[in-house]
């Protein structure tokens, strides 16, 4: 529709079961759409995105997917076949310990959708990033007892640091690793939600990039040497992360676009925004009292 290919859209509906009724009202519902997002944004620039009336916006939107990528997920989902292997698994294990680190993060992104609206954005977040700190530090402290060769508890110490990348790839994804878009989705103005999108996965993916040329001078045997002791790296940005996230993140869960338009226009601090009442809802609690006749 969006490319005025209106036959194929109408062939796409067809085979998804539409009614010919059902399709015609589909087609002029997707284009009013179409027209209204295309008026909205209009003439809208990215530099929009940094104006004072937007930029608390956009910080909170794009920082959560930063803390992504600053919070070990590059080493744990990227580097753990390669470390098992330094680590002296066998190959054939190797591939088996990444399938059940596939496993791990798959069951926990399910679980997330159970517990997100439960337990809240912000408390997803920060206490999600704080059990993710602990598991880096002692992952990285069970790397500096797996790689004394003269304690007789070595290889326990590497076979837990295993354990652990498989529990954090659990907890990731139940947690920080699916909460961030959420809140990127939630946060932004209508008006400017594509770009702070873009803005925000653009800033993501460079922090990935970056990593992806620094940790092989940190984490090979021929450079740095550090192995899992990256963790401890990882752990320290975390708490860096974890300082923004108590004072900046705010609480969206269960609140409208329009509540939250009234909170950001009203400056209201992020920890007060779970129990800030609107305009809107004051209303509601009026009427539902019988103060106000309708």
Do not use: H
Request: charged share 20%; glycine share 8%; hydrophobic share 45%.
């Amino acid at each position: 529709m969006s490319k005025n290919r209106d036959d194929k859209a109408l062939n796409s509906l067809r085979k998804l079961g539409y009614s010919e009724e059902e399709r015609a009202k589909k087609i002029a519902n997707i284009r009013v759409t179409l027209e209204d997002i295309k008026r909205e944004t209009e003439g809208v620039t990215y530099l929009e995105c940094f104006r004072r009336s937007n930029l608390r916006r956009t910080i909170i939107s794009i920082v959560p997917l930063s803390i992504q990528a600053l919070s070990g997920v590059v080493f744990a989902a990227g580097y753990s076949t390669y470390y098992i292997q330094l680590a002296g698994y066998s190959t054939e294990m190797s591939f088996r310990l990444q399938i059940a680190q596939q496993v791990c993060s798959l069951v926990g992104n399910v679980m997330s959708y159970f517990l997100i609206d439960r337990v809240g954005r912000r408390n997803v977040m920060l206490y999600g990033l704080g059990i993710l700190t602990v598991i880096l530090m002692l992952t990285g402290g069970l790397a500096v007892v797996g790689s004394d060769t003269s304690n007789p508890n070595s290889g326990g110490g590497i076979k837990g640091t295993v354990a652990l990348i498989l529990i954090y790839c659990w907890w990731y994804n139940m947690t920080i690793g699916s909460a961030a878009y959420t809140i990127l989705a939630e946060v932004s103005t209508s008006r400017l939600r594509i770009k702070t999108i873009a803005i925000g996965l653009a800033l993501q993916n460079a922090l990935y990039t970056m990593w992806s040329f620094v940790l092989p001078y940190l984490f090979n045997p021929d450079q740095a040497n550090l192995g899992a002791k990256v963790s401890f790296i990882f752990g320290g940005l975390s708490v860096i992360c974890l300082v923004y996230l108590w004072f900046y993140q705010p609480e969206t869960g269960g609140r409208t676009y329009a509540e939250l338009d009234e909170m950001f226009v009203k400056e209201v601090p992020a920890r007060k925004f779970k129990v800030y009442q609107t305009d809107a809802e004051a209303m509601g609690v009026a009427v539902k009292e019988g103060d106000v006749r309708v």
